[in-house]
Structures are given as C-alpha cells and as structure tokens.
C-alpha cells in the first residue's frame, strides 16, 4: 500500500471497533466517517427519523444518543469483514435517562466503506423496534 | 491444514453463501450444521419459538419458511468474517402464501462457528416484527 492509497475496510473496521470499545464513538465518527455519511434505523422516532444523511446530522444523532442514555455496559463483538463492507455486533445495557428505563439491546450494523472513508452504516435489531 | 482439521470459519461462510445463493438453504443446514444448532430470532410466532433447539427443529423450521413463502428474489450479501463467527446480510421479496402479502425484507444473521460446524445462527432484522 502506498501512502496515497486509502485505509482498507479490514484496517477501518479495526479502528472503529477499538474506538467504540473504548467508548470513543464520537472519535470514530470524526475520523472515520465521510462527509456524505448516511445513517439508517429500521423506523424512525418522533426525534429522529429513520435515514439522516450528512456527518453533521450523524454527529448530532450520537451526541443525541449518549446524552439520552447512560451505558452500562458496552460489548463490542467483531468486526465481521468483507469485500467493501463489515459488520458489528453490538450488545449494550443502557437506561434511557427521560424514562428511567433499564434495556438490553443488542443490534448490528452493516458498514459501507469507500474511498477509505465509511459512506454507510445500517442497524438490525434483535427486538422489535415497534 | 492436515485432513483432520475442521474447516475454517471463512471456508464455511463461503459455503454458506455459496448454497444460499443457489437457493439450496436446506443443504447448507444439512452440510454445515451441528445435531446440536441453536437458532434465535428476535421474537416467537403463533407456530415457532424464538429460540429453536437441534438440527431436527432447525430444518423443520426452513422447511416452513420455504413451503409457506414464495420467493421472488432472494439477494445473499457476504461474508463478513470475524474470528469464530461470520455475518450474512439478506434481502428477500417474498409473498407469503396463507395471506397473499408481499414484503420485502432485510435481515442480518450471525453464525458462530465451532470444530468446523455452524453452531448457533442468531438474526436481527431492519423492519420491526412485532
């Protein structure tokens, strides 16, 4: 690889994976994410809807989401590489602070990489979302 | 590799993905399947449990979802390889023949791997379920 040449999905899904273990998911987002990210939930919320496009808008949604919740705990299993694309499964304990109420969750996210860059995520729950 | 050795976690994936492709899930359940497979979805039906135990359970349930739903177009995105377990991503158009209904789905599956056999399969879906 030269040094022009982008970081490949392997080294990407690396470097997100370590940044979330360590609770860096907003650094992960700032170094790894393009411009033109887009962000897909199955549905939408009253808040937020279900594809937010733009690294602006994706930022606001973690920060939106941290700020809404406090972590338990945190499992970051994978990543899952292949060709332009890896996956992460993710179990969180989490209680959502306006309600109160405690969850486990646990999700994947199916990640699009070009250019060296990360254009997509996609999330697929394990609960119904409803 | 000598003879003896269990296939590979990226061996089997491919396998997989190979079979479902061709549309021959049933085979890859009887290739690639331990007698002691777990499979989980996200939620129980009328007729099947969320979690299914055994490879008898497992193929009967396939079997269901063949003879219950028409498949129009089935897409098999994958691999995504990790260290011991593997990630597909599908998307199908089906009807669903006792109603008639039309859907397309996406859907991710985690597969974990041990001595050379699929042990347990866990999905997790973009659309709500309930």
């Not at 273990?21 to 897909?40: E, F, H, T």
């Not at 808008?57 to 945190?74: D, I, L, P, T």
């Not at 890896?86 to 990640?111: C, D, I, N, S």
């Amino acid at each position: 690889m030269t040094a022009a040449a982008p970081a490949s999905t392997a080294a990407i899904a690396q470097e997100l994976v370590s940044l979330c273990r360590a609770g860096r998911n907003l650094d992960a987002v700032a170094r790894l994410y393009s411009p033109k990210i887009v962000s897909v939930e199955p549905v939408g919320g009253e808040t937020m809807p279900a594809e937010v496009n733009g690294i602006d808008a994706v930022r606001g949604k973690n920060e939106w989401w941290f700020s809404n919740n406090e972590v338990h705990s945190a499992e970051v299993n994978g990543p899952f590489v292949g060709e332009g694309q890896f996956a992460v499964h993710y179990t969180f304990e989490t209680t959502f602070k306006p309600t109160g109420q405690r969850a486990q969750m646990t999700e994947m996210a199916l990640y699009t990489v070009k250019d060296g860059k990360i254009v997509r995520e996609q999330f697929f729950y394990h609960m119904p979302t409803a």
